[in-house]
Structure formats: C-alpha cells, structure tokens
C-alpha cells in the first residue's frame, strides 16, 4: 500500500491533516520482542523532549530490549542544533534522534539521517504525516506523537473581569477590551519572546491570513523564487505582529520573557491570552492553577476580508530518524528500538502528555479531555503545516532576529521584510534550490 500523496493532495492534507478521527477502541496490543542482534549497551538518544517527560519510554525499551540502556539526552528544541554539533565535533555518540520537525530538512538534506523508506511498519501512521517527513522522494523521519497546533490560549476569568461575552474572534475584540483588561490588572498578550526560537508562529498564522489561506503554496513561491518575502502578503504578516505591539498588547518585557515566565503569567492570571503549543492542555491538566480558567480560540481574525479563515500552524509530531552515521554494531538495534518506539503503546502515552486531540498512529483514539475534544473539532481542520518546517535555516533565523527587532521598536515591518528577502538573495547566489 502507498503511503505517498500528490503534491495537490499534500497541500490538502497539511492543512486538514487532523481532520479525521479514528472511531472505535485502540488495538494497541502488545509488541513481540524485537531483534536488537549481538549489541548489549548504550543507545543514545539526541531529542528535543526533556527525559523526564519520558521515563515511560526509556523504561519500556529497556525492558523490551535486556542489555540495552537508553541515554536520553533532552537538547530542547531552541538548543537541537547547537548541541547536536557540539556532541558531533566532540565524536560523542549518537544513534537515534528525536527532532522538532523544524530541524528535519536541515539533517536529512545535511546526510545526517538514514533513509526510512524501506520500514515494513508504515502503514501505523496518517499518510500527511510520513509525506511531512519526505524529502526528495525519501523518508527521513518517523512520524511520533500527536498532531498538534498553536492556537490562542486565553483566561476566562479575564474576559469574564471586563464582561466579554463569547469567544474572541478578532483582533478588534482585543484591542476593544485591552484597556479594561489592563485596569484588572491583565496584560493583553503575554508570549515567551526571549525563546527567540517561537517568534516565527506568529508570522505562521498572520501569513496565513494575509495570503488568502495560501500559507504553504505563498511560501514555496518564495523559496523557489516566484516570490520575494518583501511582496505584500508576506509583509502585511509582519505588520500584523507590529500593530499587537503599537497596541500595546504585549506584556511588559516581553522579549524578556521565557517559556516558564510566559506561562507564570498567564496562571497566576496577570495576562489574558497567551499565544503557544496545544501540548499546554496537558500541563494544565496536571497542574493546580486556581487563578486559570482556561480555554482557546483559533488566531484572531487580523485581516478585514471576513471570508479568510482563521488558520493556525502545527505539525505532525516528533521527527524520529536513526543518524546516518551510527556505528555498525548499533545499527539493528537503533532500527528495532525506532520500531519500538513509534508503536501505537508508546506513541499512546507520548499522546497523553500532551492531551493530544489527534494521534500520528491511525488506531490510537484521541484524548476524551474536553479541551482536546474542542480542539480536534475547531482547530484540527484549520491546521497547516508550520512553514519553518520548509525554510531553510538562515530564513528561519532572519525572521526570528527580524520579529523579535520589530517588538523592540528596532526596525519597521518593510525593513524587517527586506532584511529576510537579503538573506533569501544570499541563498540563491550560492545556489539554494528548494525541494519538496
């Protein structure tokens, strides 16, 4: 069975991917023991995830693999790429890595990952998300974990204190309500801009808007050079996140602000909304935050044409792919622990830290809490996959200096859009061609 989609179907399926839910109870069964062949001892896990966050999986391979003890070395997502190379240099080793999929392209196009075309299990997994991680005809990376998006978080206490009614749903709303909010003692928006790393989202969802619900097509025209990243679509999504900050929406400081500050301040309920990744859900589940009412809205409508859709970006879980360069003896047990790993027990509970609306495995059932129910039904249909997953890593990191300089009131949306269409320039020059 093909697991391959055309390029007109992928475009569909990015950005409706979770669309459909699998119905009934999961089979997700015990695994056989897997052949891990002569290797006893470490395999080293590069990921973007923390190893607290999975015990559970680091126990479960080790009890289904005797002799084999997980090194699980979380780099974060914002670090990935700087701790990778700095374990590469130092030849520490490395076997299997888990990515932000945001990293994909740099390592697959890099010779970093093994080809995965060949796995005799990929008919576990939603067709959009074995596509997401095709590059050049070539699987590079698993699948593993939800899909999963940025939708805009908000306290109802909050818009319950300024006597909003309903779910916000544009960018007048707010500005509307801004003043009011700030003499309760709220900040509009709170975001973690000192991770400069989560910048680009808000130019995901605004480009969305500006070009017409066109956000993946818009952006291949870029990088093959169809299109400048200085046209207006493109700049009109750099105007919409320097008007939030003419507004005064953000909380004060904000490019100061990390994850963990970020998500304080919307907590203990001195910021409104609060603009991250769906995963949130889990942790408030978990958590006990008596000034938090919690709920969420698809990105406010920024844009006058009311018929443009509200989109917001996500992805198709982890990118798990086993390193090109592995040594020869932990080859087959790398190969059978990614096996392990992406399989619907594990996948299941990676699901759950998240309270994941919708599972990169097609057996296993969504989340039943409320909050990813109402995700898998408002936002799922909406999503699109994030388009730093397609930039190159020099576009990624201009628009991240850019977006964070136009917070600060260091540069002007057409200068910001000129600085990242110079670095587009510079790629061309060198001979950059873009491959889907």
Same mark, same amino acid.
Request: hydrophobic residues 40%; charged residues 20%.
């Given at each position: 069975?093909?697991?391959?989609?055309?390029?007109?179907?992928?475009?569909?399926?990015?950005?409706? @991917?979770? *669309?459909?839910?699998?119905?009934?109870?999961? $089979?997700?069964?015990?695994?056989?023991?897997?052949?891990?062949?002569?290797?006893?001892?470490?395999?080293?896990?590069?990921?973007?995830?923390?190893?607290?966050?999975?015990?559970?999986?680091?126990? &479960?391979?080790?009890?289904?693999?005797?002799?084999?003890?997980?090194?699980?070395?979380?780099? !974060?997502s914002e670090r990935y790429t700087e701790l990778f190379a700095a374990a590469e240099i130092a030849g520490d080793q490395i076997d /299997?890595?888990?990515? #932000?999929?945001?990293?994909?392209?740099?390592?697959?196009?890099?010779?970093?990952?093994?080809?995965?075309?060949?796995?005799?299990?990929?008919?576990?997994?939603?067709?959009?998300?074995?596509?997401?991680?095709?590059?050049?005809?070539?699987?590079? @990376? /698993?699948? #593993? *974990? *939800?899909?999963?998006?940025?939708? %805009?978080? %908000? $306290?109802?206490?909050?818009?319950?204190?300024? *006597?909003?009614?309903?779910? +916000?749903?544009?960018?007048?709303?707010?500005?509307?309500?801004?003043?009011?909010?700030?003499?309760?003692?709220?900040?509009?928006?709170?975001?973690?801009?000192?991770?400069?790393?989560?910048?680009? /989202?808000?130019? %995901?969802?605004?480009?969305?808007?500006?070009?017409?619900?066109?956000?993946?097509?818009? !952006? %291949? $025209?870029?990088?093959?050079?169809?299109?400048?990243?200085?046209?207006?679509?493109?700049?009109? &999504?750099?105007?919409?996140?320097?008007?939030?900050?003419?507004?005064?929406?953000?909380?004060?400081?904000?490019?100061?602000?990390?994850?963990?500050?970020?998500?304080?301040?919307?907590?203990?309920?001195?910021?409104?909304?609060?603009?991250?990744?769906?995963?949130?859900?889990?942790?408030?589940?978990?958590?006990?935050?008596?000034?938090?009412?919690?709920?969420?809205? #698809? +990105?406010?409508?920024?844009?006058?044409?009311?018929?443009?859709?509200?989109?917001? +970006? &996500?992805? !198709?879980?982890?990118?798990?792919?086993?390193?090109?360069?592995?040594?020869?003896?932990?080859?087959?047990?790398?190969?059978?622990?990614?096996?392990?790993?992406?399989?619907?027990?594990?996948?299941?509970?990676?699901?759950?830290?998240?309270?994941?609306?919708?599972?990169?495995?097609? #057996?296993?059932?969504?989340?039943?809490? +409320?909050?990813?129910?109402?995700?898998?039904?408002?936002?799922?249909?909406?999503?699109?996959?994030?388009?730093?997953?397609?930039?190159?890593?020099?576009?990624?990191?201009?628009?991240?200096?850019?977006?964070?300089? /136009?917070?600060?009131?260091?540069?002007?949306?057409?200068?910001?859009?000129?600085?990242?269409?110079?670095?587009?320039?510079?790629?061309?020059?060198?001979?950059?061609?873009?491959?889907?």
């Amino acid at each position: 069975m093909s697991n391959k989609l055309s390029r007109r179907d992928f475009l569909k399926a990015a950005a409706g @991917a979770s *669309g459909v839910l699998v119905a009934g109870a999961a $089979n997700i069964g015990s695994l056989p023991v897997l052949g891990q062949g002569d290797y006893q001892g470490s395999i080293v896990i590069l990921s973007a995830s923390a190893a607290e966050q999975h015990d559970f999986m680091i126990e &479960g391979i080790e009890a289904e693999f005797p002799g084999i003890e997980v090194e699980w070395r979380g780099l !974060t997502s914002e670090r990935y790429t700087e701790l990778f190379a700095a374990a590469e240099i130092a030849g520490d080793q490395i076997d /299997i890595m888990d990515l #932000n999929g945001q990293d994909l392209r740099r390592y697959a196009v890099g010779g970093r990952l093994k080809d995965l075309s060949d796995v005799d299990y990929l008919d576990r997994f939603r067709p959009v998300g074995l596509e997401t991680y095709t590059i050049g005809g070539k699987l590079w @990376a /698993i699948p #593993n *974990g *939800g899909i999963s998006g940025f939708p %805009f978080f %908000f $306290n109802q206490k909050a818009l319950d204190a300024v *006597g909003f009614e309903g779910d +916000p749903e544009s960018y007048q709303d707010v500005v509307d309500m801004a003043d009011d909010l700030k003499a309760a003692g709220y900040a509009p928006f709170t975001h973690s801009g000192q991770n400069i790393y989560l910048w680009p /989202i808000w130019q %995901f969802w605004a480009y969305a808007q500006t070009s017409g619900n066109k956000p993946l097509e818009g !952006t %291949f $025209n870029a990088l093959t050079g169809q299109a400048k990243f200085t046209d207006p679509d493109h700049l009109a &999504g750099l105007e919409i996140l320097h008007q939030y900050t003419a507004d005064g929406l953000f909380s004060e400081g904000v490019n100061s602000l990390d994850v963990a500050a970020a998500q304080l301040s919307l907590t203990q309920g001195t910021s409104a909304f609060w603009y991250h990744h769906s995963s949130f859900v889990g942790t408030y589940r978990s958590g006990d935050y008596p000034n938090l009412d919690l709920s969420f809205v #698809n +990105p406010l409508r920024s844009v006058e044409d009311e018929s443009v859709r509200r989109q917001l +970006p &996500g992805g !198709t879980g982890w990118a798990t792919g086993i390193y090109s360069r592995i040594a020869p003896e932990r080859e087959g047990a790398a190969h059978a622990i990614l096996k392990f790993m992406t399989s619907d027990e594990m996948v299941a509970q990676r699901n759950a830290l998240g309270a994941d609306a919708v599972s990169t495995n097609i #057996n296993i059932e969504p989340s039943d809490d +409320p909050l990813a129910v109402r995700y898998g039904e408002v936002s799922a249909s909406e999503q699109f996959t994030y388009l730093d997953w397609y930039w190159p890593p020099e576009i990624t990191r201009a628009y991240q200096e850019q977006q964070q300089a /136009i917070v600060a009131g260091m540069a002007s949306p057409a200068d910001a859009a000129q600085a990242i269409q110079d670095v587009m320039d510079e790629l061309f020059a060198d001979g950059y061609e873009f491959e889907v």
